[in-house]
């Protein structure tokens, strides 16, 4: 058994953000982190930080910052999201609040700011060094030997490591070297959607010009454009779009197509885009994956978390919040065991099916986000919510708010979450106006079906 010991140096793969963030809690403990980035230092060359310009933290991913007290510098550079802002085609706004009140919000947060935050308070303990420009390309997870690539040199050098975090993300070398190990298993289902990131300038004087304090959204069923709101004023806009068929990133293939589209399904936008085609042929179209494995370490000598482990869809805006979530449930067994292998299990067997729950809403959640946020039906049942929300706190609890605004695990949420969606439909049933929703009746269907269960969890 390899016992955890605070003098070892630890290795990680990769300082995205949920590296960065684990290395800063691994130094807390004393370990000395040594990390491999394959990219250049995004500080000090500039560059892009990877896919998403911006990000929606909410309260898993600011519980985690709390813990290494980075959560109000962060909330300092994040602008709040209360709602979201429903465009339809012909340029009508409605807002949805996305909990009881504006104190339940979300929060846009700059991908690059944060990483770079992380980055150097991770080097500010004195423990953490991180190298450039330094892939690994294959680990053997038996003996800790890691072949890296140096990439300025092109040469190829081996190192050692006693522990190894794979923190590269989800396309991780770390999970692919563990995979090829009997009794491992892993399942990347790509999305036949793909996305493009489009930028809506900051008006005079660096004005927003829409709404600030909200996400954007303009659903259209099979595809979707959203924009966040960015701290100059400026919105980061994703288009998702299918790759293939009749509207897809294959059949927009000129000028004309994507401007024409754009008029006619995203009109309000089309003047707040300046650059809509330049972008759209310039700006990479990304991908996006759901990756399921198992089991997520080797012995005591090698984990993967956050993306490397369980990336999933970006719909519900939970997989860095899940990946800081992880960094903090590692962190309580780390305290709870004397050896990394009893750590990596109990960590495992805790985060795997709440992994596996958050993944599966996210894609669900495309169908949300896509199609019903535009339906009357929609707008009533989330009136419906936001009514016994107000009238029942803490007894009632709808599956948004226990992902983004609590911190149950993800699978309670999905559970719970089913079961308060099943009572807001029955009571939407034959309803007009959410102000007549049977307060007594909903009550009674709390109690049978909501109750018993957060008791028995
Ligand atoms: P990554 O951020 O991918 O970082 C991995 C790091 O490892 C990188 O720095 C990479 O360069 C490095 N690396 C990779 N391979 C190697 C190697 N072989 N050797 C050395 N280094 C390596 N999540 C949210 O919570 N809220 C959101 O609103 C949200 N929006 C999103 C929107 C989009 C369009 C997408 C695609 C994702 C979104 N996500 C969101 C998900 C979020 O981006 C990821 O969950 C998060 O980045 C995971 O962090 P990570 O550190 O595990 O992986």
């Keep these: 058994m390899h016992e955890i010991d605070q003098t070892q140096t630890v290795t990680l793969a990769g300082a995205g953000l ?9 130094a807390r403990r004393g370990f000395q982190v040594e990390v491999l980035e394959r990219r250049a230092d995004m500080r000090r060359e500039g560059g892009s930080a990877g896919r998403s310009i911006n990000l929606a933290i909410s309260t898993r991913g600011l519980h985690a910052l709390r813990q290494v007290g980075l959560e109000q510098e962060a909330l300092q550079h994040a602008i709040p999201m209360r709602g979201r802002m429903i465009h339809s085609v012909s340029g009508e706004l409605s807002l949805q609040p996305y909990g009881k009140d504006d104190s339940q919000h979300i929060n846009s947060i700059s991908r690059a700011w944060l990483n770079k935050c992380l980055m150097t308070h991770a080097e500010e303990t004195g423990r953490v060094g991180i190298r450039f420009k330094q892939r ?14 140096d990439e300025p040199s092109g040469v190829t050098h081996e190192a050692r490591t006693s522990v190894l975090f794979g923190t590269d993300g989800s396309g991780s070398a770390v ?47 099979s595809y979707m454009l959203i924009a966040l709101p960015n701290e100059d004023g400026s919105f980061t806009c994703t288009l998702f779009l299918p790759f293939e068929g009749p509207v897809s990133f294959a059949s927009l293939d000129s000028p004309g197509k994507v401007l024409a589209f754009f008029e006619e399904q995203f009109p309000d936008s089309v003047p707040l885009l ?161 102000e007549d929703v049977n307060l007594e009746r909903a009550a009674q269907l709390i109690q049978e079906r909501l109750v018993p269960f957060m008791k028995e969890h």
Aim: aromatic share 10%; proline share 5%.
């Design 18 to 26: 949920v590296g960065s963030l684990l290395a800063m809690f691994l």
């Design 136 to 149: 690994i390309q294959e680990v053997d997870v038996d003996t800790g030997a890691l072949t890296v690539l």
């Design 175 to 221: 999970r692919q070297s563990m995979m090829r190990l009997p009794g491992y298993t892993s399942t990347q289902a790509p999305l036949s959607h793909g996305y493009k990131e489009l930028t809506i300038p900051a008006g005079p004087g660096g004005a927003f010009q829409m709404e600030k304090n909200a996400l954007h959204i303009w659903p259209r069923g």
């Design 274 to 434: 300046p650059e809509l085609t330049h972008d759209f042929f310039h700006n990479p179209t990304g991908t996006m994956v759901t990756v399921k494995g198992m089991p997520w370490y080797v012995g005591g000598r090698a984990l993967v978390l956050g993306d490397a482990a369980h990336a999933i869809v970006p719909f519900f805006g939970q997989g860095m919040n899940c990946g800081f979530e992880d960094c903090v449930v590692l962190d309580g067994c780390l305290e709870r065991h004397r050896t990394w292998e009893e750590a990596f299990a109990e960590f495992f067997h805790l985060r795997k099916t709440n992994a596996d729950a958050i993944a599966d809403m996210a894609v669900e959640n495309f169908t949300e986000m896509s199609s019903s946020t535009a339906s009357a039906r929609f707008l009533l049942e989330k009136q419906v919510e936001k009514a016994l929300l107000n009238a029942f706190p803490g007894q009632f609890l709808s599956r948004y708010s226990l992902v983004s605004f609590s911190r149950v695990p993800y699978r309670m949420a999905y559970e719970a979450g089913t079961r308060a969606g099943g009572i807001v439909s029955e009571l939407s049933e034959g309803l007009s106006r959410a």
